[in-house]
């Protein structure tokens, strides 16, 4: 009877030693899991890169370089004639660290993420973009109000404005007393 006490003991302390390595594994886990879901932001470019570049007078983004599963050449190019230049792994080695970098093909060297890559562009460049298009939003605006608020209305398709607007109370508040 003593060697069944003790053969059940040593069970019993064999689990015990096992939930508690558990344990352990789990609080691991968990901070680990805990560091992944706080930093959902997969393509935050930290901000000490993102300082360094803007000294050197650059902005950074990420180009998208494929597109389900293909290179997007056209996409490439577009951004290659508006003047982005994708970042070399040489140039920014604590974002190479952690991002994979292209081995081959005519984006070798290139820190990528998925399908997208870092790429930089000339800050002149991408204010002169902002510059363009608000010219362009309020030249539509000017020329969509000229047309709402013409003397001459488009006869073939005449935009009016026919809503109203009322202000309407309602019934005085009634306390029993």
Known sequence: MNTIATESETKSTKTTNKTQRSQTER???????????????????????????????????WVRIMLQGQ?????????????????QADECPEM???????????LAGCIVRG???????????????RQAMTKRVNDLEEAVNARLHGDRPDRRAPIT???????SKGKAANFDT
Request: charged fraction near 35%.
């Open 27 to 61: 609080a691991k886990v968990s901070r680990e899991a805990l560091e992944i879901f706080e930093n959902d932001d997969w393509l935050k470019i930290p901000s000490d890169v993102e300082n360094r570049f803007q000294e050197q007078g650059y902005g950074l983004m």
């Open 115 to 129: 399908d997208v890559a870092l790429a930089r562009q000339p800050i002149e460049y991408g204010n002169a973009r």
């Open 161 to 167: 404005d026919s809503s109203k607007t009322t202000v």
């Open 71 to 87: 290179d997007d050449f056209q996409n490439i190019g577009r951004k290659q004639r508006e003047g982005w230049e994708f970042v």
């Open 96 to 106: 190479a660290s952690g991002f994979r970098v292209l081995d081959k093909g005519r």
